[in-house]
């Protein structure tokens, strides 16, 4: 299965639209991972630019992870996971991100996203979850309420009982064992830096790919096998502002950062891609190749 | 020299801040000419949709051509071109193109657009220009005013002078000529037909490509060498929906409209793309096989 992880690093201009668009993005490229970083450091320039709605410095990564999270659940599951919060008062702006775990409610699924319902079972019986449907779910284990777990339901259900039955399972299951995108975890990293080292996959990412009007043309490279590939996008300054702002890297070019630096849009007819672009461009340019390289997952 | 041409149905949803999303992605991949069709028929459900601040139905297109053009024109002609408009009420929402022809004041250039200013000149010399520039450009023409003009200047200028010497080109020379990209025009179609067979260009579209999740997978294609490409984005309900309406074609898969019919993002992890994501989406993934086509014309 292919993993392909996301970080985009944010200037401090940090509309929810835009963050919907990034969230979007991620949802169609499958994106499994997506890691927010401060492009400027905590202690720099962060009340320029189009600042507007958030208080304190330093938050604006914290907005753009809250909202890419509730737009990565379940809309079924929203209520018990985000209560009322400034960053999220222009939610309804936001276009869905329709991805498959975001089932509707006669949807029938094998595998569902659900939250431990706060209602007593008998000992030796799991618990009970909400997992979007007419009727909850019975699972095989006991588990604390609250908490957001990946069902896989029973294939035969007695459609008369007054529950589903249904089991927990980890919730890589639908993406590694059935091949459907389940929507991306959202990390935080504090610089350029720690969004390489503070990797949440025991192996590490095996193949990084900086983007920049600065790297190597994209169209003349072609991508080897990884498992967990990583695509680093840089703000309105570049991922040279980054490297600059990051006291771990004693280095001026980032491009000796990464396995590949690439140019994914040679020829470019505006000064500038803002990074909201750049994500669908580069991931789109990068899709190609990666089905190149893993041709079995293609759906096409 | 390669022209790509879009053309970007719309369903009644025009925000500003979607025309300018849409006009930046024209930009950064040098389209020519942005041909936007009414994906319903002037009498059908133009009321549906977030369909806000625009009085009439039908004006939806109009809308997004205005901005369309408004942000084609170089800054610094907006206010000879673009009087007041309720249209453009939220411009100042929009992100400039920043395309190469929208000139800084100071910027030496070899072509630079302008605008013939109502100002005397004698029998014999030519009319003067507003370029953009500290100083007026007198041409080798007598033009009426009020006319936008694409200027070439001449190498040697005597510093000194009152005015910058220069002459009247056409507008597609930077681009067939210098290479530059030269911005593009904007065409308003009836209905997708109307797409196809009003076209500018005397030996028509020679390659047209509808993109659709129902098209073959793009991966799998390469581009025949083409003069005038045409890429065809359906609205939200995809191009079915727009031939559907289309009174002049008695088809229902809209397919054999076109050359090719493609995929280009396989694999999607969201059950709709939106045309403005579909339009980076597409060009990005087209732009690669393009360069494939005219190995010259990449400049990375």
Redesign the interface.
């Known amino acids: 299965i292919i993993k392909t992880l996301i970080k985009t690093i944010m200037s401090p201009e940090l509309r929810t639209?835009l963050a919907g668009q990034i969230a979007?993005?991620c949802?169609?490229?499958?994106?499994d991972e997506v890691v927010i970083f401060d492009e400027l450091g905590e202690d720099a320039k962060s009340v320029e630019g189009e600042f507007k709605g958030i208080g304190k410095k330093g938050q604006a990564c914290v907005q753009l992870a809250r909202i890419l999270q509730y737009l990565e659940c379940p809309q079924y599951l929203r209520k018990s996971f985000f209560p009322k919060h400034q960053d999220l008062q222009f939610a309804g702006l936001l276009?869905p991100?329709?991805?498959?775990h975001h089932m509707r409610i006669d949807e029938e699924a094998e595998f569902r996203e659900g939250v431990v319902l706060d209602r007593p079972s008998k000992p030796g019986k799991g618990s009970f979850v909400n997992c979007g449907m007419r009727k909850n779910v019975q699972i095989d284990k006991q588990l604390k309420s609250g908490l957001r777990v990946t069902v896989q339901l029973n294939k035969c259900q007695n459609k008369e009982g007054k529950v589903y039955k249904g089991v927990v399972v980890a919730p890589h299951v639908p993406r590694t064992e059935a091949g459907l995108?389940w929507g991306y975890s959202v990390r935080l990293a504090s610089c350029l830096s720690a969004v390489l080292t503070e990797c949440q996959y025991k192996d590490g990412y095996d193949l990084t790919v900086g983007t920049s009007e600065r790297g190597?043309?994209?169209?003349?490279i072609t991508l080897p096998a990884f498992r967990h590939m990583l695509v680093v996008f840089g703000g309105l300054q570049g991922l040279e502002a980054s490297v600059d702002a990051d006291e771990n890297l004693n280095i001026t070019d980032p491009g000796v950062l990464f396995d590949l630096y690439l140019?994914?849009?040679?020829?470019?007819?505006?000064?500038?891609?803002?990074t909201e672009?750049a994500i669908?461009?580069?991931l789109?340019?990068l899709?190609?190749k990666i089905?190149?390289v893993f041709p079995d997952?293609?759906?096409?």
Request: proline content about 4%; glycine content about 8%; aromatic content about 6%.
């Open positions: 639209y979007r993005a949802a169609v490229f499958c994106v276009n991100l329709d991805s498959p995108y190597n043309n994209a169209d003349h140019n994914t849009c040679p020829g470019q007819g505006s000064r500038t891609i803002r672009e669908l461009i580069s789109s340019g899709r190609q089905s190149a997952q293609s759906k096409g």
